[in-house]
């Protein structure tokens, strides 16, 4: 489908909504609930939390779908409410100390573990060293703040530009790319003694 034609439908999915139809807003949530999952997931790093931030932020979008000005798209619209609430989950999450508990039991879930390996017959250290890998680049991410983490995986890892960082996190372009240099310094530092760091 068309951007311009993708538009019109949405326009008048709003318009729908906000006449009394509830089940229109059905068919911006399918349109944009993978994206908004997939940024929530980079910010929490968790599927869980990122699932949980997209079902409030598409419920924070529609009570507040009457004050939405129809001069930029719902999708940048969305994505700014989606990262806001998943910025405050995961600070809610760092005060919240026993949810960073180990718990000891618990299996862990094949998507957070999934590993792609290029050699299917790769044997046992290869996919230790992998897991190993995808542990550690965790960890250094964990340690960034919130900020740091959404505006480095927003601009690396979504290619949103700058300015649309800056927007949606509310904070001018330069405390954006700012955000952005941190995060990699700290990246850098905390992965340089794993194969070499990031290049």
């Given at each position: 489908m068309?951007?311009?034609r993708m538009e019109k439908a949405e326009?008048?999915?709003i318009r729908d909504v906000l006449a009394g139809n509830r089940d229109a807003y059905r068919v911006l949530m399918d349109r944009h609930f993978c994206s908004?999952?997939?940024v929530a997931f980079r910010i929490t790093?968790?599927?869980a939390d990122a699932e949980e931030a997209a079902?409030?932020?598409f419920l924070r979008a529609y009570n507040k779908l009457p004050s939405f000005r129809q001069d930029s798209a719902f999708s940048t619209w969305i994505m700014r409410i989606a990262m806001n609430t998943a910025i405050n989950l995961v600070e809610r999450r760092n005060r919240d100390l026993s949810y960073h508990a180990p718990r000891i039991t618990d299996e862990p879930a094949a998507a957070e573990h999934t590993v792609r390996i290029a050699d299917r017959q790769a044997g046992p250290e290869g996919i230790l060293l992998n897991?190993?890998?995808?542990?550690?680049?965790?960890a250094a991410m964990a340690e960034l703040t919130p900020m740091e983490r959404t505006a480095f995986t927003l601009r690396h890892m979504e290619d949103i530009p700058m300015a649309e960082i800056a927007a949606a996190l509310s904070i001018t372009s330069n405390s954006a790319k700012q955000a952005v240099f941190r995060a990699v310094s700290k990246l850098r530092r905390?992965?340089?003694?794993?194969?070499?760091?990031?290049?």
């Open positions: 068309s951007n311009r326009t008048e999915a908004v999952t997939r790093g968790n599927e079902q409030e932020a897991r190993e890998a995808t542990s550690l680049r965790q905390s992965l340089t003694p794993v194969a070499g760091g990031l290049r």
